[in-house]
Nanobody, 124 residues
């Protein structure tokens, strides 16, 4: 069982940067693939990025590729999402998710655990 807590969201101007953090508690954090998703008001939950348990494999949705970077520090039980060149369309509630003993997926239905989200708002 894993508990996830996101932080690092805020209000930034277009072109600015934020780094989101997700701290996990529970056994064997290093065996979990980790993903980031986001959801804007009135819209469906959207895949953003995923990282394997070892950190050696990552994948991003096309709209953030080249701007966002997902990483993890297993010693700190933490996964990060570095967001650069932010755009107003990036505005959303960002969620951290975990999937045990499996490669991460863009499908939110396969994830076992979710955080409560951290708000990112990008002004123009």
């Amino acid at each position: 069982q894993v508990q996830l807590v996101e932080s690092g969201g805020g209000l930034v101007q277009a072109g600015g940067s934020l780094r989101l953090s997700c701290v996990a508690s529970g056994r064997t954090f290093s065996s979990y693939s980790m993903g980031w998703f986001r959801q804007a008001p009135g819209k469906e939950r959207e895949f953003v990025a995923v990282i394997s348990w070892s950190g050696g494999t990552t994948y991003y949705t096309d709209s953030v590729k080249g701007r966002f970077t997902i990483s993890r520090d297993n010693a700190k039980n933490t996964v990060y999402l570095q967001m650069n060149s932010l755009k107003p369309e990036d505005t959303a509630l960002y969620y951290c998710a975990a999937r045990r003993y499996a490669l991460g997926s863009s499908d939110p239905a396969v994830y076992d655990y979710w955080g409560q989200g951290t708000q990112v708002t990008v002004s123009s």
